[in-house]
């Protein structure tokens, strides 16, 4: 079973910025065609932010786009995703995992990301 440690959020002000990282236990682009990073508001339900394919290209939601940089890593074990500028609707907890999720689909704990003044 493949590992997912999210990490890297934080507290930030409108206009701020963090990296996340996810970590996983194998070489998941092994295993996945795609993965992805999430993200799920209070209240909401978990949305798909960010897709970064095997062949290395990427997708991103047009709430994020110009402001999100999906890559990897460390012989692809590491995926992570650049937040600038970002906004109070940011602010939710991230989860990185395949693309697509399905109803068995095993999450990681996620990290918080909040994004107030």
């Known amino acids: 079973q493949v590992q997912l440690v999210e990490s890297g959020g934080g507290l930030v002000q409108p206009g701020g910025s963090l990296r996340l990282s996810c970590v996983v236990s194998?070489?998941?682009?092994?295993?996945?065609?795609?993965m992805g990073w999430y993200r799920q508001a209070p209240g909401k339900g978990r949305d798909l932010v960010t897709t970064?394919?095997?062949?290395?290209?990427?997708n991103y939601i047009d709430a994020v786009k110009g402001r999100f940089t999906v890559s990897r890593a460390n012989a692809e074990k590491t995926i992570y995703l650049q937040m600038n500028n970002l906004k109070p609707e940011d602010t939710a907890v991230y989860y990185c995992?395949?693309?697509?999720?399905?109803?068995?689909?095993?999450w990681g704990q996620g990290t918080q990301v909040t994004v107030s003044s």
């Open positions: 995992n395949r693309v697509p999720a399905g109803p068995s689909t095993i």
């Open positions: 194998d070489n998941i682009f092994n295993l996945y065609y795609a």
């Open positions: 970064i394919i095997r062949d290395g290209s990427t």
